[in-house]
C-alpha cells in the first residue's frame, strides 16, 4: 500500500501523486439484494418477511448465511484480479444490516460490519481496493424497487429523522474504516431522486461536514440527482469528493436495437458528455458508477441471444472507447468506472448461476419464465404481449385523460406513463401477491437442500461471461 488514495483536481491520486484508473464492478445482489438479479419478486425486505413466515427462523438464518458466505470468497477475488484485472469492488449494501427500523433505529448491529469485512478483507488479500455504497436508505432515497422501498415515493427526503439516522450511520462506519486503506471511500447515497434538489445538496454538505470529523482521509464519491445524472444544483463542491454518474445507454437493454451507426454513436457520446459538464466546468474527478448492458439468453426464451449480445458487446464497447478519452481535464486520459455487475442468474452479471445443473434453476426455472411473461422485472426484461396489451391499454386510458402539462408535473420528470404505470402495478402491487408464490418453492428444503441452493452462486459453480470479460480485461 502507499498510502490512502485521494482527489487532486480532475484526478484520483496515490500518495506519490500517480494517478489511478479505478476499474472494476459492483457485487450487487449479496448485500443488497435485487430483484432480477436472484430472482424474487418486488423488494428485499419484504421478500425476506414472506419467506421467513413461510420457512421459521432457523431456516431461513441458514439459507442467508450461507448465501452470504458463498456469494463472494477468496476464489471470486482472485478470479477478479487475475483474470478480470480489476482493482475496486464497489460493495452496495442495505442498511438494514446495520439498523433495525423495529427497534432503536440508533443503535448499529456490529454484525454489518462482519459482513462488510468479510468481502473488504478477502479483497485486500489480492490488493482490490473497495468503495462502501449504501444502496438503499429509509423510507427510500428514489423511487425505485433497489432502495428496497415497497413504495414508489422517496420518503426518506420527508422526514428528517430518516437522514439523522444515515448520517449517524455513517459516521459509525467512517470511525470503524477510517484507518483502512484498502477502502478507497465512501458512495453515501445510490441513486438519490429527489423534486427539491436543494435538499440533496444540503444533504452531502452536512454528511461530509460530519464524517470529516471522524475520518479526513477517505474519498466521497457523491452520486448526482435523479439517479446519478442530474448536478445542476451543485455548486459548492466538497473536500475530497468525486463526483459521480451512472451511465446506461438504452442500447444496451431489449426494445432498443444498435447497429452502430454515427448517430446511434453520437447518442452514446453526447449522453456521457452532457452527463459531465458539471465535471468539466469545475474541474473535478468523475466515476462512471454503474453502466452496463443487459444479455439476452435461450434459458429466458429469447430469440436469437447470440445476436442480440453480440449487438450489446459493441454498445458496450463504445461506451469504453468514450470513457478511454473521458477526463474532464480534457487530456485525453481515461475515467475510472464501475460496471453492473459482477454475478447474478443471468442478466448482466459477468458472472452467472448455471441455468443446467445449479439447483437454483432446477427449483425455479418454471418460476422464472413465468415472472418474465409477466413482466414483474422492470430491468431488462419483456412481458409476454399477451399481457402488454392489458398495459397499454391502460396506459392509453390515462393518456386519454391526463393532459400531458400535467403527466410532466409528476416527479421524476423524464419517466414515462408506462414506467410509473410498470412501477405502480407490476413492480409493487402484483409482485406483492407474487411473493408468496415464490417463497412457497423454498417450502420443504432441507437443510442440505437449502445449502446446496445458497451453493449456486459460489464461484466454482457459476459461468462466466468470456466474450464481456475478455473486454473489460482489456480495457
Known sequence: MTGFLRVKGTKIVDSNDDPIILKGAAIGGHLNMENFITGYPGHETQHKKILKDKIGQEKFDYFFDKFYEYFWTDEDAHFYKTELKFNTLRIPFNYRHFIDDEDDPFKINVKGFAKLDAIINSCSKYQIYTILDLHAAPGGQNQDWHSDSSVHKSIFWNFKIFQDIIVNLWVEIAKYYKDNQYVIGYNPLNEPAVKDHSKLVKYYERLSDEIRKVDPNHILFLDGNTYA??????????????????????????????????????????????????????????????????????????????????????????????????????????????????????????????PINSKFYKIFNKWLLKKKSLGLDRWGNDIDPSYAKIYENLIDHFKSNIPEKYHRAIYPYNWTFKDHIARVTRDILFSEYSAHEYADLFVGLSFEELNELAASFKFENVLQRKELNKILSEY
Not at 468514450?322 to 447474478?344: H, Q
Request: no cysteine; net charge neutral; aromatic share 16%.
Open 229 to 354: 445524472m442530474d448536478f445542476r444544483a451543485f455548486d459548492n463542491i466538497l473536500p475530497n469528493s468525486v463526483y459521480s454518474i451512472h451511465d446506461y445507454s438504452k442500447f444496451g437493454f431489449p426494445g432498443s436495437n444498435y447497429s452502430g451507426t454515427k448517430e446511434e454513436n453520437d447518442k452514446i457520446s453526447s449522453q456521457y458528455r452532457r452527463k459531465i459538464e458539471f465535471q468539466i466546468k469545475h474541474q473535478v474527478p468523475v466515476w462512471n458508477g454503474e453502466f452496463g448492458p443487459v444479455y439476452a439468453s435461450e434459458f429466458r426464451g429469447d430469440i436469437n441471444p447470440d445476436k442480440i449480445n453480440k449487438s450489446r458487446y459493441q454498445v458496450l464497447q463504445k461506451q469504453l472507447e468514450v470513457y478511454k478519452t473521458g477526463d474532464p481535464s480534457g487530456d485525453n486520459s481515461p475515467i475510472g468506472w464501475s460496471i453492473w455487475l459482477y454475478k447474478d442468474i443471468g442478466f448482466q452479471g459477468l458472472t452467472y448461476v448455471d
